[in-house]
């Protein structure tokens, strides 16, 4: 060992010694440690400016408001009894005569406030509806049903004497488009569909845009009057598959647009299966001061997102496949894609606006298709939710150099192929288990219904969510053997399985870095530094930095003299201590690098005086370890 050290250290030396005498060509831009810390705080302090910018812009789209409207609303459409009959609403209804007795009752009396209560009048405006006196109905609602044909399914020939007629599950190719009933106005006339209006993925079914339509009327009495003759003249038939109510609300107090979609499935086993959407949007961006102060971040935004930009495609160009190696280069890719996403996103929304809104509020006497704006501005609204999670994760890349950040990141990819093998077991026990539980519980337990509501159901089982009587009820024997077995194998053993991989790693990590393998410098530290450095620059305190060097070097000494070491030693070890200080303030790292500088004579002399002292050092290590090899092989003899 001690050979091996004797050359790498002169052959680094001699390398060193080469290049001053040939000249070497002009070398790679090396990084000192300073310089480092200098770009990581100045790169820290330009994204958390980035950050700020980003979280002002995304809490600036969302209202608080926003869920009290939505509130208000859904409790006036939603809970809202049936009258004379308190445990019926929209949300528990279960047949057609409830569903006719809501659009009659509860749906009309909520439509259509054209009186204070006081029973005066509430309004000057002509045909001007306001839901809870302040939130204005735009244009006028709409009721929208899908039909399936007739004999879209087989029956068994033993029952076909019994069923003449079958109605099949709704897809676009059982769709009914023939007119049906009277066949004179538009509700008993198909309409096709519009290209651009998004499908509605129901609970028992996928379902496209058009059907059989009828718009509401501005007047109370004569809406009514329609729900009784398209009730008396059978307008839902057994080939009905679901019905749509929308219509959409704006409250000018709050500058918010509401827009309400009810849903009633008619699913083929029979009964109705309810379903809603209330979408708070603020579609009219910029009308007070605060919506112009968003409209600046929103410039700023796209700054930085051309500076960022600008910068990884730098760096992709300097280190080219070397870049992809790192995981925070593509977190960085990721956030830029969901930058560029949720700009495109945001022009597009802002561009339709733009184009439909005044259209949908020239005509009063029609419905208003708000529906399609609030869509996408919904996901728009997701795009920078996941790009402001993936911002405030971008942090860890620089917390990293904390020692506590970097054993964490250090045991995870440590770990990493660990648990990736422990997932593959789990995950065989944990699907062949929802496998079981959707077969034999899925027909009567809610939770094991569809196989990924099972699967759902054993992660709840293993936070301590389960519904344990259901399990038992739909099966006394397999009920808890399935119950006690998952238990057991999942939640004592494999859980407690990757909680021990992971602890044993860090307590690997955490006594590597109990030896001195640590990161080369903690950023709480050098902020600390240099905010003590201000200060002695500013004079506001005293430099202490001689005084604690006089101060340690004396008590090493004196330690030193304790522990039986002579007078020699001790002057040898501090002049190879002020040596070995002196080039590390010219050199980075202590590692070995293949991209060497040029040195000067000085230098070189510096450098073979501390080879030639640490040649001696280990000379002399060697000899002691001679001598107490001699002595043991003596005891033993």
Same mark, same amino acid.
Request: net charge positive; aromatic share 18%; hydrophobic share 40%.
């Given at each position: 060992?001690?050979?091996?050290i004797?050359?790498?250290?002169?052959?680094?030396v001699?390398?060193?010694?080469?290049?001053?005498l040939?000249?070497?060509?002009?070398?790679?831009?090396?990084?000192?440690?300073?310089?480092?810390?200098?770009t990581?705080?100045?790169?820290?302090?330009?994204?958390?400016?980035?950050?700020?910018?980003?979280?002002?812009?995304?809490?600036?789209?969302?209202?608080?408001?926003?869920?009290y409207?939505?509130?208000?609303?859904?409790?006036? $459409?939603?809970? !809202?009894?049936?009258?004379?009959?308190?445990? #019926?609403?929209? /949300?528990?209804i279960?047949?057609?005569? @409830?569903? =006719?007795k809501?659009?009659?009752?509860?749906?009309?009396?909520?439509?259509?406030?054209?009186?204070w209560?006081t029973?005066?009048?509430?309004?000057?405006?002509?045909?001007?509806?306001?839901?809870?006196?302040?939130n204005?109905?735009?244009?006028?609602?709409r009721?929208?049903q899908?039909?399936?044909?007739?004999?879209?399914?087989?029956v068994?020939?033993?029952?076909?004497?019994?069923?003449?007629?079958?109605?099949?599950?709704?897809?676009?190719?059982?769709?009914?488009?023939?007119d049906?009933?009277?066949?004179?106005?538009?509700?008993?006339?198909?309409?096709?569909?519009?290209?651009?209006?998004?499908?509605?993925?129901?609970?028992?079914?996928?379902?496209?845009?058009?059907? $059989?339509?009828? !718009?509401?009327?501005?007047?109370?009495?004569? #809406?009514?009057? /329609?729900?009784?003759?398209?009730?008396? @003249?059978? =307008?839902?038939?057994?080939?009905?598959?679901?019905?749509?109510?929308?219509?959409?609300?704006?409250?000018?107090?709050?500058?918010?647009?509401?827009?309400?979609?009810?849903v009633?499935?008619?699913?083929?086993?029979?009964?109705?299966?309810?379903?809603?959407?209330?979408?708070s949007?603020?579609?009219?961006?910029?009308?007070?001061?605060?919506?112009?102060?968003?409209?600046?971040c929103?410039?700023?935004?796209?700054?930085?997102?051309?500076?960022?930009?600008?910068?990884?495609?730098?760096?992709i160009?300097?280190?080219?496949?070397?870049?992809?190696?790192?995981?925070?280069?593509?977190?960085?890719?990721?956030?830029?894609?969901l930058?560029?996403?949720?700009?495109?996103?945001?022009?597009?929304?802002?561009?339709?606006?733009?184009?439909?809104?005044?259209?949908?509020?020239?005509?009063?006497?029609?419905?208003?298709?708000?529906?399609?704006?609030?869509y996408?501005?919904?996901?728009?609204n997701?795009?920078?939710?996941?790009?402001?999670?993936f911002?405030?994760?971008?942090?860890?890349?620089?917390?990293?150099?904390n020692?506590?950040?970097?054993?964490?990141?250090t045991?995870?990819?440590?770990?990493?192929?660990?648990?990736?093998?422990?997932a593959?077991?789990?995950?065989?026990?944990?699907?062949?288990?929802?496998?079981l539980?959707?077969?034999?519980?899925?027909?009567?337990?809610?939770?094991f219904?569809?196989?990924?509501?099972?699967?759902?159901?054993?992660?709840?089982i293993?936070?301590?969510?389960?519904?344990?009587?259901?399990?038992?009820?739909?099966?006394?024997?397999?009920?808890?053997?399935?119950?006690?077995?998952?238990?057991?194998?999942?939640?004592?053993?494999?859980?407690?399985?990757?909680?021990?991989?992971?602890?044993?790693?860090y307590?690997?990590?955490?006594?590597?870095?109990?030896?001195?393998?640590?990161p080369?410098?903690?950023l709480?530290?050098m902020?600390k530094?240099?905010?003590?450095?201000?200060?002695?620059?500013?004079?506001?305190?005293?430099?202490?930095?001689?005084?604690?060097?006089?101060?340690?070097?004396?008590?090493?000494?004196?330690?030193?003299?304790r522990?039986?070491?002579?007078?020699?030693?001790?002057q040898?070890a501090?002049?190879?201590?002020?040596?070995?200080?002196?080039?590390?303030?010219?050199?980075?790292?202590?590692?070995?690098q293949?991209?060497?500088q040029?040195?000067t004579?000085?230098?070189?002399r510096?450098?073979?005086?501390?080879?030639?002292?640490?040649?001696?050092?280990?000379?002399?290590?060697?000899?002691?370890?001679n001598?107490v090899?001699?002595?043991?092989?003596?005891?033993?003899?």
């Amino acid at each position: 060992m001690v050979t091996y050290i004797h050359y790498k250290l002169h052959n680094n030396v001699k390398k060193k010694f080469v290049l001053c005498l040939t000249g070497a060509p002009k070398p790679k831009l090396h990084y000192r440690k300073e310089v480092e810390i200098r770009t990581t705080l100045q790169e820290l302090s330009l994204y958390f400016i980035f950050l700020i910018n980003l979280c002002i812009l995304t809490f600036g789209m969302v209202n608080p408001h926003m869920y009290y409207l939505n509130k208000v609303m859904s409790s006036l $459409f939603l809970d !809202t009894s049936v009258p004379g009959d308190e445990r #019926t609403n929209f /949300k528990s209804i279960r047949s057609i005569t @409830d569903f =006719w007795k809501f659009m009659e009752g509860p749906l009309l009396e909520g439509l259509y406030w054209d009186a204070w209560y006081t029973n005066k009048t509430l309004y000057n405006l002509k045909n001007s509806s306001r839901i809870y006196y302040e939130n204005i109905l735009l244009g006028v609602p709409r009721v929208r049903q899908l039909r399936v044909r007739n004999n879209t399914c087989k029956v068994y020939s033993s029952f076909q004497s019994l069923m003449s007629e079958c109605y099949d599950k709704y897809t676009s190719s059982n769709e009914d488009t023939s007119d049906f009933g009277l066949k004179q106005e538009t509700e008993w006339k198909y309409s096709t569909p519009n290209s651009s209006s998004p499908w509605h993925w129901g609970f028992v079914g996928v379902y496209r845009n058009g059907g $059989f339509i009828f !718009t509401l009327s501005k007047s109370k009495s004569d #809406t009514k009057n /329609k729900f009784i003759n398209l009730q008396l @003249d059978s =307008w839902i038939t057994r080939g009905t598959r679901v019905i749509f109510i929308d219509f959409s609300l704006y409250n000018a107090n709050v500058n918010l647009f509401c827009i309400i979609r009810l849903v009633a499935e008619f699913p083929a086993t029979g009964g109705i299966i309810t379903s809603w959407q209330f979408y708070s949007v603020k579609l009219l961006r910029y009308v007070s001061h605060y919506d112009y102060i968003i409209a600046s971040c929103e410039i700023t935004f796209c700054i930085f997102l051309i500076v960022f930009t600008t910068q990884e495609a730098q760096k992709i160009r300097e280190f080219k496949s070397a870049y992809f190696k790192s995981v925070w280069n593509w977190l960085e890719l990721l956030l830029l894609v969901l930058c560029f996403v949720a700009v495109s996103f945001n022009i597009y929304c802002n561009i339709q606006i733009f184009l439909l809104l005044e259209d949908l509020l020239k005509n009063t006497e029609k419905y208003s298709d708000f529906y399609f704006l609030a869509y996408w501005y919904i996901y728009y609204n997701n795009i920078i939710a996941i790009t402001i999670f993936f911002a405030w994760i971008k942090i860890f890349k620089f917390i990293s150099f904390n020692k506590t950040m970097s054993q964490l990141s250090t045991t995870l990819s440590r770990c990493l192929k660990d648990i990736v093998g422990f997932a593959i077991m789990f995950f065989i026990i944990f699907f062949a288990y929802a496998q079981l539980g959707f077969l034999v519980f899925g027909s009567q337990v809610d939770d094991f219904s569809t196989f990924q509501n099972a699967i759902f159901a054993q992660f709840r089982i293993v936070l301590g969510d389960f519904n344990f009587a259901g399990i038992q009820q739909a099966n006394r024997i397999l009920g808890p053997i399935y119950f006690i077995t998952f238990i057991f194998f999942v939640f004592f053993v494999l859980l407690n399985m990757f909680l021990a991989i992971i602890n044993d790693t860090y307590s690997e990590v955490k006594a590597d870095y109990s030896i001195g393998r640590r990161p080369d410098f903690e950023l709480g530290e050098m902020i600390k530094k240099s905010y003590n450095n201000a200060l002695e620059k500013l004079r506001l305190k005293k430099p202490q930095k001689d005084e604690d060097d006089k101060g340690m070097k004396g008590d090493l000494a004196e330690q030193a003299r304790r522990e039986g070491f002579d007078e020699n030693e001790i002057q040898s070890a501090e002049q190879m201590k002020k040596w070995k200080e002196r080039l590390e303030k010219k050199y980075y790292s202590s590692e070995i690098q293949d991209d060497y500088q040029p040195v000067t004579q000085q230098e070189f002399r510096e450098l073979f005086l501390y080879a030639v002292e640490l040649e001696k050092e280990l000379h002399y290590i060697s000899l002691k370890l001679n001598r107490v090899m001699r002595r043991i092989s003596a005891l033993q003899n």
